[in-house]
């Protein structure tokens, strides 16, 4: 079984270096193969891992070797596969391989085709040593790594100019890099200060040790460790008021949004939440907090969604969405269901992704869904694929999400939190209705693209059996929600309804199915018959508001990153160049002018030489005198 | 009035002043040498009557050995002044500025 656990962690990790070794030469579609037949090995190797347990086998662990031996401080390189991590495994790497092998038909006229693929496989090993490891410590090196995986895959057309934000929300790659990579650090220090607040109490960073040693812990150092960690969460989970660099993230090639900022990366957050369920569950204020603001962002996100232009924001902003929906089942407790959510969340999202990212590619990269319309003639497989992942994503029978999300629901409504219910409830209608704008503004009514002169093309058949699974997964993942349940809950909390909710479980579901059929049905009256624009609604105070994400991204433009330019801007002139420089410049100048006026002394004349011995020779013998005479 | 200890540390300082003028004062590479064994036995003379005084030795056997190390310094140096004298054609210090920096 340690074996096993090697070849699914390392074999991506092969796949990184082998493209690496290519990463400056021309396209080499061999690298593309390689690296999808090992992440394809990685899968299969987790599956095996997940059947293992599956068939009651024991926890899988292995010691890689020692890593920081420091005195009293003594931290294993160690992996540990449990039910969880098992799950997260075969998620990620399921999709990592699907993305694989779609990018070799995505990125197949780009120049950096290998180049993207090192930096793809180098970020599947990154996030299966953030879900494998056994301590924290690893998990923090995984946490950085998909950061920098995440930095690079944004920035991968770094040398894209800048735009005006009115042009180009996302101003260009290599600033939303910059953007998403300087947010997750400043959540980061959240996420390093819980892990040493639990490391200078308990003495250990193994989960099992910490969680079995918790109750050592003061209350209020329970508290301090819940909400630092949940910072780093807030960061790498895109959570308010955190979350603008996600959507920005989307300058990045499409199969990089659907692996990293849909399925995988940003569920890491939601993943370290049900990791340290031990400690939630202690602190129920917290757990309370983190499912409020997860409610907030679900609605928050949800409400952007409904009036943006561009096909990929849409589709970040429902998995802002979404990841509210898991941070609000983990917050109250429910961490099957949170788990439960991620899973299914992972496979409708990345298969939406990679639907937009086929429309982009048969319509040039124009991401503008106003000047689509009515591709289903052309794209009718895409339509099929995107419809099922939209249906899933708005939560109606039978597909996956409606199980998930339906249940995060009940949980709501049996803790007795209604305002939380209502709220994800509505949140729900929005989803269907966004979802379905996208979904007929682009493939039904008039054909719109004609006038701007695009040519779409279907992508090639062999792409959408590579997308089959998650297809297939999109429909039927929901179907094992008892199994998954009984499956996660060996390790995880078990959550029951109470009877009372029991009895109007058939209610809420009615209510949810009800309100998401409502979004679809206005959607469809209002866009499948084409575009009309009303320009009373686009003019709106609130439609605009929407539409410039409540002026955040220009609020914090104005309120943070120009103040701080400026103050770098001081620090730099007066502090740096007036006072640090003219010191340090001040000593080298005072040494270089005693030099030059001591220089004279040497001037061969032997004479001379023999004064200042002479001279020296009395000032020793005065100081001896003197010295004498004090004493 | 015999002599006291004073006196020959006087005649010491005294020496040994002027052979320090003649170091500051003298250009002639040849005189520097002059001038260094007057201070050499100012030292010595210092030395002795100290010796005597305390009633130890060990002073006068090292004045022995500056002598004796004086002497072979000497052998040495004026060898060198020669050799100087020979290359540079003249023993005056203000023309051997060779190691000015």
Not at chain 1, 510 to 527: D, E, F, M, P, R
């Amino acid at each position: 079984m340690e074996k096993l656990l090697y070849i699914a962690l390392f074999a991506p990790l092969v796949s990184s270096l082998f493209a690496a070794i290519f990463a400056q030469r021309k396209k080499m579609q061999l690298v593309g193969i390689v690296a999808s037949l090992l992440i394809i090995i990685s899968f299969l190797a987790s599956s095996a891992l997940l059947s293992h347990l599956l068939s009651g086998g024991a926890v899988v662990t292995a010691n890689l070797m020692d890593w920081i031996v420091v005195g009293d401080m003594d931290v294993k390189f160690g992996f540990m596969v449990d039910q969880v991590t098992a799950v997260m495994m075969v998620v990620v790497t399921l999709v990592s391989a699907v993305v694989h092998v779609y990018s070799n038909y995505y990125m197949e006229h780009d120049e950096g085709f290998n180049r993207f693929f090192s930096y793809l496989s180098a970020f599947v090993f990154s996030m299966l040593v953030l879900v494998m490891s056994d301590n924290f410590l690893g998990l923090f090196i995984g946490w950085e790594g998909v950061g920098v995986c995440s930095w690079l895959l944004v920035g991968f057309w770094y040398y894209k100019p800048d735009q005006p934000r009115e042009v180009n929300p996302s101003i260009s790659p290599s600033w939303a890099a910059n953007e998403a990579f300087i947010m997750n650090r400043i959540a980061d220090l959240g996420l390093l200060v819980g892990i040493f607040i639990l490391y200078w109490n308990l003495g250990t960073l193994t989960y099992s040790e910490v969680f079995a040693n918790l109750d050592k812990l003061s209350g209020g150092l329970m508290v301090a460790a819940a909400i630092a960690l949940f910072i780093g969460a807030m960061g790498k989970s895109a959570q308010f008021p955190l979350h603008t660099w996600l959507a920005d993230a989307m300058e990045g090639p499409t199969p990089v949004s659907a692996l990293i900022h849909a399925a995988t990366m940003v569920t890491a957050g939601v993943y370290l939440v049900i990791r340290a369920n031990p400690l939630y569950s202690q602190v129920p204020d917290v757990g309370y907090f983190i499912a409020v603001l997860g409610t907030f962002v679900a609605i928050f996100a949800a409400s952007m969604a409904l009036v943006n232009r561009d096909l990929k924001r849409i589709i970040a902003y429902s998995t802002l969405s979404q990841l509210g929906y898991m941070f609000a089942a983990a917050g109250l407790g429910a961490y099957w269901v949170a788990l439960f959510h991620l899973a299914a969340h992972a496979f409708f999202k990345a298969l939406l992704f990679l639907g937009a990212g086929n429309v982009m590619h048969a319509m040039d990269d124009e991401l503008d869904i106003f000047k689509m319309g009515g591709l289903k003639k052309v794209m009718a497989k895409t339509y099929l694929y995107m419809g099922v992942a939209s249906l899933a994503l708005a939560g109606i029978w039978p597909f996956a999400g409606f199980y998930s999300k339906d249940t995060i629901l009940e949980v709501a409504f049996n803790e007795h939190t209604y305002g939380i219910w209502f709220v994800l409830w509505l949140t729900a209608g929005l989803t269907a209705f966004y979802s379905f704008r996208q979904v007929f503004l682009v493939f039904e009514g008039d054909e719109r693209y004609k006038k701007y002169g695009f040519h779409p093309h279907e992508a090639p058949n062999w792409v959408f059996i590579a997308l089959l699974p998650l297809l297939v997964l999109a429909i039927v993942f929901g179907w094992w929600k008892e199994e998954f349940m009984e499956f996660v809950t060996l390790i995880l909390p078990p959550y029951e309804m109470s009877e009372e909710t029991h009895h109007v479980a058939w209610i809420l579901i009615l209510l949810t199915s009800a309100i998401a059929i409502g979004g679809i049905v206005l959607a469809y009256i209002k866009y499948a018959n084409g575009l009309k624009r009303d320009p009373k609604i686009e003019n709106s105070f609130i439609y605009k508001l929407l539409q410039n994400q409540y002026y955040i991204p220009v609020f914090y433009d104005k309120a943070i990153v120009k103040p701080y330019a400026e103050l770098s801007d001081i620090a730099w002139k007066e502090i740096d160049l007036e006072m640090i420089d003219a010191t340090v410049d001040g000593i080298a100048k005072a040494i270089e002018v005693t030099g030059d006026k001591s220089r004279e002394i040497q001037n061969g004349n032997l004479s001379t030489y023999l004064r200042w011995m002479v001279a020296g020779f009395i000032i020793i013998t005065i100081l001896a005198v003197v010295s004498v005479v004090i004493k | 009035m015999s002599l006291t200890l004073t006196h020959y540390l006087i005649l010491s300082v005294i020496l040994f002043v002027i052979g320090m003028i003649g170091v500051i004062r003298r250009k002639n590479l040849l005189m520097l040498f002059f001038a260094t064994e007057i201070m050499l036995n100012a030292a010595n003379v210092a030395l002795v009557a100290l010796s005597s005084y305390i009633g130890d030795l060990t002073g006068q056997l090292f004045a022995l050995f500056i002598m004796a190390i004086a002497a072979s310094e000497v052998a040495v140096g004026l060898g060198l002044l020669i050799l100087v004298y020979k290359k540079q054609g003249t023993l005056d210090l203000d023309n051997l500025t060779l190691l000015k920096g």
